[in-house]
């Protein structure tokens, strides 16, 4: 009798042998199936494809893409259009793939003028005319006409009684020009006290600021290239300046800008005055106030019951600077280069049919350039729950280099493992991985800052090292800006690590 429960015991081991040894090869064979429909449709993604997708974003039609216009639209439909070719399901409003925000928007006719006036000892007067874009660059959002006055140096633009400072302060500039710089006095953007100041690094507040003083013209210490982030102003013309004409307006002062703002760093002490130089600026610019713009919107549905209900998030903006009467910013690095980056890998992700447990959304973001609106619309508006996102990652300019760079905010530091094992297996590329523990107090100047200034775990994709001239907001950004050989394994990454991440029974966050 005792031997009979031993003999019942190693029979159903028998069975369970035979099983395992009928079942294991099956199970062997669909894993070396499965490993190679992902190789299969991981080496579908090209270089070539790449490239004829970044010419045609590129293209004239699209006029630079600046959001709100049509030719913006037009983008946003070529891009949805994609997403539905590929079978990616609309995930926006009303199931379409758009999510629809107001957007007032200006559109610059023709590239204006700047003129420096030369009083002689005569009495006569010589005008010096600037070219753009290497003098000035005209203002994106300027209003409509022409300003001729003196020129009052304002420092940082900023008037902050409840931190004891105003550029303003002893200096009138109704009816004038003023001149002034980017940022405010302190500079540390990982320290408390920054967000004291961070309201008055806005481009919006400088603008609205020096209108409030009465200056009729803004000139703006911001780099000779496109900014379309500055509010519009209807009585008062606005413009970037360049190099020559700052040292020109400085002269006859005997002031130099880089060391005042170097004074005023250290001191805290405004040193506006007025220059003594008299400008012509001229806008030639017609407002839409009737604007509407969008972020695209696609998904891939999870196979899971449950975790469906997750969400990785992918995004990187599809506006660019648009074209300043014909100084045309194509925008193929910043940012159809994330764009595509992502269609690429949308694209073999859904062609494959391979199963994800998780749902993936792909956005491309409407608005960036002009103030980060479609990233702050999303996170006021989510699609899928913040609790249920797993993250947002984002790609900005990801399209000039020969190496890799995956950062990600401390509460989901350990998803960069994901990618370096895809890279490590299959892309070997040379990669950078990074985690922040920080708090940034700084003014977001990124979509992925906005997600996590929201409370959302952030992640960044990039390439680094560089082989390409970089020309930020400047004509030349167009689709020979950028490397497709690294798209094409950032595309990679982001396939191969998606499908691990997506079907992770538990994510190590």
Known sequence: HKLIPVMRTLSIIRTLTLILTL????????????????????????????????????????????????????????MAGKLKEWGIKPAGDNGSYFQWFDHPYTVVNDIGALQLHIEQKDGSVIIKSYSAPEGYYPGMNSGNGEVTAEVVFVGYGVTA????????????????????????????????????????????????????????????????????????????????????????????????????????????????FATGKTMTMKANTTRHPEGRTCNVMGMIEGTDPVLKDEVIIIGGHLDAVGNAGGLLVDGGLDNASGVIDIMAAAKALAESGIKMKRTVLFLLIGGEEVGLLGSKYYTMNPIFPKEKTVTYINLDMVGNGT???????????????????????????????????????????????????????????????????????????????????????????????????????????
Request: charged share 20%; net charge negative.
């Open 23 to 78: 079942t294991f090869p099956y199970v062997l064979h669909a894993q070396q199936a499965d490993e190679q429909l992902i190789l299969k449709h991981f080496h579908s993604i090209s270089s070539e494809e790449i490239s004829g997708w970044m010419t045609e974003i590129c293209a004239p039609e699209f006029n630079g893409r600046l959001a709100g216009t049509p030719e913006y639209l037009a983008s946003a439909e070529w």
């Open 161 to 272: 009684p409840e931190l004891n400072y105003d550029d303003y302060k002893g200096v009138d500039v109704r009816g004038k020009i003023v001149i002034m710089n980017r940022d405010v006095p302190y500079k540390d953007v990982r320290e408390p006290e920054y967000a004291k100041w961070v309201r008055y690094c806005y481009h919006q507040y400088k603008a609205e600021n020096a209108a409030a003083h009465g200056a009729a013209g803004m000139l703006y210490i911001d780099g000779n290239s496109a900014n379309p982030n500055i509010s519009y102003v209807e009585n008062m013309v606005v413009c970037g300046i360049g190099p020559e004409p700052l040292a020109d307006i400085f002269a006859g002062p005997g002031k130099d800008n880089k060391l005042i703002l170097e004074q005023i760093d250290k001191t805290f002490k405004p040193a506006s």
């Open 403 to 509: 190496g890799l760079a995956v950062s990600a905010s401390a509460t989901c530091a350990g998803l960069t493992g994901y990618f370096k094992t895809a890279n490590d297996s299959y892309i070997h590329r040379p990669m950078r991985v990074s985690t922040s523990g920080g708090v940034f107090y700084g003014r977001p100047r990124s979509d992925g800052l906005v997600f996590l200034a929201d409370g959302f775990r952030t992640m960044s994709i990039s390439t680094t090292d560089g082989v390409k001239p970089v020309y930020y907001h400047l004509p030349g950004d167009d689709e020979t800006a950028v490397t497709p050989e690294i798209m094409e394994d950032v595309a990679k990454l982001i396939y191969l690590s998606f499908i691990d991440m997506a079907n992770a029974d538990t994510l190590n966050y």
